[in-house]
């Protein structure tokens, strides 16, 4: 009995190894395109993230080049030059030839710039507001008071992410109006904002108490 079952465990274990070769043949190539496909996409992934940090470090060596410049003009106009690999690098550069162009007295092209930025829809949001900001804050923008006014509402809409810093602008522009009860209402409401920073806070702060107000924090 013992010599029967060892044949017939023998055979079984023949038959089934015979069935794994068949299956094998018939569908063995889904394996081998399985492999092939992993393999192939880490290979990808590696290579992406090589092309990524090189671009990178392409971009940041002509970021320091541009900014290398004397003048601020010079320094605005290579950075314009400079080669972004996307729309988020490109708004960098956008906001640092602002700022040289503004330290050159362009004043008007720093805004033309900005609100270039601040209207192109492949930015995030965050991006965008940014750039609106800046051009809406900036003293040499061109921009009337009543046109910054509106800009600035637009901004201190709820749920926006500067609206704090825009509700601080529109509390300037009513100082600069005369309106100083205005200004202390919305600096007050500033103050009581749960998103407030630190540095804000204190901004605020001290203007209620130049303008003669109480700061009450809530």
């Known amino acids: 009995m013992s010599n029967t079952d060892s044949f017939i465990d023998e055979v079984t274990e ?6 794994l070769f068949a299956l094998l043949k018939r569908y063995g190539w889904i394996g081998v395109v399985a492999v092939l496909a992993i393999v192939g996409g880490a290979a990808w992934r ?9 671009q990178a470090e392409a971009f940041g060596d002509a970021l320091r080049g541009a900014l290398e410049a004397d003048a601020p003009a010079e320094r605005a ?9 996307g729309a988020e690098a490109r708004v960098v550069t956008d906001l640092l030839a602002a700022s040289e162009l503004a330290s050159a007295e362009e004043g008007a ?4 710039l900005l609100d270039d930025a601040a209207a192109n829809g492949d930015l995030p949001e965050i991006y965008r507001e940014i750039a ?3 051009a809406v804050s900036r003293t040499d923008s061109g921009l009337s008071d009543d046109e910054r006014r509106i ?4 901004l201190a809409v709820p749920g926006k992410p500067l609206r704090l810093l825009a509700e601080e602008q529109l509390a300037l522009l009513d100082i600069k109006a005369g309106d100083t009860e205005a200004a202390l209402e919305k600096l007050q409401r500033i103050l009581e904002d749960a998103e407030i920073t630190a540095g804000l806070r204190q901004r605020a702060t001290q203007v209620i108490v130049a303008l003669g107000g109480t700061p009450d924090a809530g």
């Open 151 to 154: 800009r600035l509402e637009a």
């Open 132 to 134: 609106a900001f800046k």
């Open 77 to 85: 106009a290579a950075l314009t030059d400079v080669t972004a690999p």
């Open 46 to 54: 590696e290579y992406s993230a090589v092309q990524r940090q090189a």
């Open 109 to 112: 092209a720093a805004t033309k």
């Open 14 to 19: 023949e038959v089934r190894r015979d069935k």
